[in-house]
Nanobody, 122 residues
């Protein structure tokens, strides 16, 4: 069993930055692919970024060059550094563990955290 706890969200002006953290408990963290997803009101949950146990990363086209995912396996934390934020980035951001092979689709992830709200004002 894995439990995930996100933090670091808040209200920021367009162009600003935030760093989200996802603290994990459980023995599988160091070997798992970890992902960040977001869900805006009235929209489906969408993939943001993922990182493998070796540090290989993948990003949604909408955040490439602006967001950076990283992980600290010693302390079981995954980070999402978000720069040059836009109003369209406003959403609840959640982290999750990839439990099935395949694309970075929410259906291949599990153990979702409660999420942290990010609001970007124009």
């Amino acid at each position: 069993q894995v439990q995930l706890d996100e933090s670091g969200g808040g209200l920021v002006q367009a162009g600003g930055s935030l760093r989200l953290s996802c603290a994990a408990s459980g023995r599988t963290f160091s070997s798992a692919v970890m992902g960040w997803f977001r869900q805006a009101p009235g929209k489906e949950r969408e993939f943001v970024a993922a990182i493998s146990r070796w540090g290989d990363t993948d990003y949604a086209d909408s955040v490439k060059g602006r967001f950076t995912i990283s992980r600290d396996n010693t302390n079981s934390i995954v980070y999402l550094q978000m720069n040059s934020l836009k109003p369209d980035d406003t959403a609840v951001y959640c982290c999750a563990v990839k439990t099935r092979a395949g694309p970075d689709d929410p259906y291949n992830y599990a153990y979702w955290g409660q999420g942290t709200q990010v609001t970007v004002s124009s």
